[in-house]
């Protein structure tokens, strides 16, 4: 249940945090310290061993998911686990690439996929009846594969809510 406080309530606690303040005082300095928000969060060893395994098995599990959807032999397998600024990131990704941007829940946090488009056309000609093995110039998605490929990342985030 809410009160709701009249005018000389109001009046009443202002005037109380106003005499709480005790004139001439001046406020101690707070200690300051530089701060490099680029190392700030930097994983433990441990934390990375832990990130390491879950992509594992993350890869693992979608080479299995992305074989029997695309219905060919898929292998997957991890490369290398790295902690990297946005900065950094966005430093790192192509021109021309996918990237499609997932909303974690609970955490209410963001993330990035990032699929190199040497790697999205031959899965679209896998999944239009191709063989997936002809070699595409990059170039922009149409409407069509981006909507073939928005499949794919359905499977990619199915996974990654499995896996984590």
């Given at each position: 249940?809410?009160?709701?406080l009249?005018?000389?309530?109001?009046?009443?606690?202002?005037?109380?945090?106003?005499?709480?303040?005790?004139?001439?005082?001046?406020?101690?300095?707070?200690?300051?310290?530089?701060?490099?928000?680029?190392?700030?969060?930097?994983?433990?060893?441990?934390?990375?061993?832990?990130?390491?395994?879950?992509?594992?098995?993350?890869?693992?599990?979608?080479?299995?998911?992305m074989?029997?959807?695309?219905?060919?032999g898929?292998?997957?397998?991890?490369?290398?686990?790295?902690?990297?600024?946005?900065?950094?990131?966005?430093?790192?990704?192509?021109?021309?690439?996918?990237?499609?941007?997932?909303?974690?829940?609970?955490?209410?946090?963001?993330?990035?996929?990032?699929?190199?488009?040497?790697?999205?056309?031959?899965?679209?000609?896998?999944?239009?009846?191709?063989?997936?093995?002809?070699?595409?110039?990059?170039?922009?998605?149409?409407?069509?594969?981006?909507?073939?490929?928005?499949?794919?990342?359905?499977?990619?985030?199915?996974?990654?809510?499995?896996?984590?």
């Open positions: 249940m809410s009160k709701v009249n005018q000389e309530e109001i009046d009443a606690l202002f005037s109380a945090a106003q005499q709480s303040r005790k004139p001439g005082v001046v406020e101690s300095r707070r200690k300051v310290e530089k701060c490099d928000l680029g190392r700030s969060n930097i994983l433990t060893s441990d934390q990375v061993r832990g990130v390491t395994t879950l992509h594992e098995g993350l890869a693992r599990r979608l080479g299995g998911s074989g029997a959807y695309l219905r060919v898929f292998e997957m397998n991890l490369v290398s686990a790295e902690q990297l600024s946005y900065g950094e990131f966005l430093g790192r990704v192509p021109e021309l690439t996918y990237l499609a941007s997932l909303r974690i829940l609970p955490l209410d946090a963001r993330a990035i996929i990032q699929v190199d488009l040497s790697l999205v056309f031959p899965i679209v000609d896998l999944v239009l009846g191709g063989t997936g093995g002809e070699l595409i110039e990059p170039r922009d998605l149409t409407e069509i594969e981006e909507e073939i490929f928005q499949m794919v990342v359905t499977i990619i985030t199915a996974d990654l809510q499995t896996t984590w």
